[in-house]
Structure formats: structure tokens, C-alpha cells
């Protein structure tokens, strides 16, 4: 694992933190607002629309918070790019499909 140094802050910590508050946070709140509102499901699975939408909105909720933590010209590196939501998109759809 390669790990650079800006202002004497590890990006690799930062980056890993970021992924795994994401993915945590998107993954439960996917299931909890599944579980609890999900009517529509979604590509012949049991997951839902409902839980679907909720993990998008909690990791860009998330990736929000985040870039408010870290100093501007890093948290654009390391969260906020101009990707950002289609990666969130993609990640939430690819979530869907999957057992």
C-alpha cells in the first residue's frame, strides 16, 4: 500500500476512512429503509428501490459531511471529485444487484 503525506495528514487513511464509513453507512441505512419501506424490488431480488435510494442519499450525505472535516483542496481530492455521483450511482446499482 502506497501512502503520500499533504500537510503531514496520511491520504491512504483518509481515503480508506472515507471507504469504510461509506460503504458502512450506505449498507445500513440500504437495509434499514429496505426493510421498512421497501415495496418496489428491484431486478427480480429482494432488494428494493426504497433501499436502493437510501444508499445513495446516505453516502452522498456522508461524502458531504466528510468534505467538511478535511480542508477543501484535499477532501476535493480524496471525496469530492467530479465523479463523485456517478461512482456513487454505479456503486448503489452494482449493491442492488448482488446476493
Known sequence: MVSY???D?????????????????G???????G???????IFNSE???EGL???IAS???????????IPATEAEEIV???WFYFKVCLIGFIEATTK
Open 47 to 49: 432488494k428494493s428501490l
Open 27 to 33: 449498507d445500513s441505512f440500504a437495509a434499514i429503509f
Open 80 to 82: 469530492m471529485d467530479d
Open 53 to 55: 435510494m437510501a444508499f
Open 9 to 25: 495528514r496520511s491520504v491512504f487513511f483518509e481515503r480508506a476512512l472515507s471507504g469504510v464509513l461509506v460503504l458502512g453507512v
Open 59 to 69: 453516502v452522498i450525505a456522508v461524502g458531504k459531511i466528510f468534505n467538511l472535516i
Open 5 to 7: 503525506h499533504i500537510q
Open 35 to 41: 426493510k421498512l419501506f421497501g415495496k418496489r424490488k
